[in-house]
T-cell receptor
């Protein structure tokens, strides 16, 4: 079993929809939780990061962390075609070290006009 | 402010050869990490350097090595290349103390033939 599980999709939604992306994890020592967006042939771009449990909002993006359930989510409101990309969750902490990011497989999102 | 710069962007090498990839972090960032991205395994941590010292290492064979210079620039080397080493190699830099905020370069796409 992988430390971080993420449904690879693809996920296809109409423009304007609310998108929900999720990851589960098994290592209770993780304390830092990140979401990256990766366009084709580009490096990952940091969208959000959260320390421990709670919510964080930035524009159309909201990140949620539920450490008791070992579950994190990213919500995208009013989705746009430009949001079409692969979304990667990442985590770190514990004996692995804080700068060693453990990634999910990534969810491919397509937002169609 | 310039982002993380990786060179070269593309490389084609023959099995058995060795290769060196370069990464220039964001100005002021002293932590540099390397990741390998493949369709089958996703993003996997290779190693992290800080102040010219390797601080953390992933589960890769000894053919994969790296170093960091006094100006925080980093190189990674892969010796005796195998076909399975074909991947996108990504470098990420972060400020000391700002765990979770790792910024990635565009990557070097290595093809081993």
């Amino acid at each position: 079993q992988k430390e971080v599980e993420q449904d690879p999709g693809p996920l296809s939604v109409p423009e304007g929809a609310i998108v929900s992306l999720n990851c589960t994890y098994s290592n209770s020592a993780f304390q830092y939780f990140m979401w990256y967006r990766q366009y084709s042939r580009k490096g990952p771009e940091l969208l959000m990061y959260t320390y421990s449990s709670g919510n964080k909002e930035d524009g159309r993006f909201t990140a949620q962390v539920d450490k008791s359930s070992k579950y994190i989510s990213l919500f995208i409101r009013d989705s746009q075609p430009s949001d079409s990309a692969t979304y990667l969750c990442a985590m770190s902490g514990g004996s692995g070290g804080y700068n060693k990011l453990i990634f999910g497989a990534g969810t491919r999102l397509a937002v169609h006009p | 402010k310039a982002g993380v710069t990786q060179t070269p962007r593309y490389l084609i090498k023959t099995r058995g050869q060795q290769v060196t990839l370069s990464c220039s972090p964001i100005s002021g960032h002293r932590s540099v990490s390397w990741y390998q991205q493949t369709p089958g395994q996703g993003l996997q941590f290779l190693f992290e350097y800080f102040s010219e010292t390797q601080r953390n290492k992933g589960n890769f064979p000894g053919r994969f090595s790296g170093r960091q210079f006094s100006n925080s620039r980093s190189e990674m080397n892969v010796s005796t290349l195998e076909l399975g080493d074909s991947a996108l190699y990504l470098c990420a830099s972060s400020l000391v103390g700002q765990v979770g905020e790792a910024f990635f370069g565009q990557g070097t796409r290595l093809t081993v033939v």
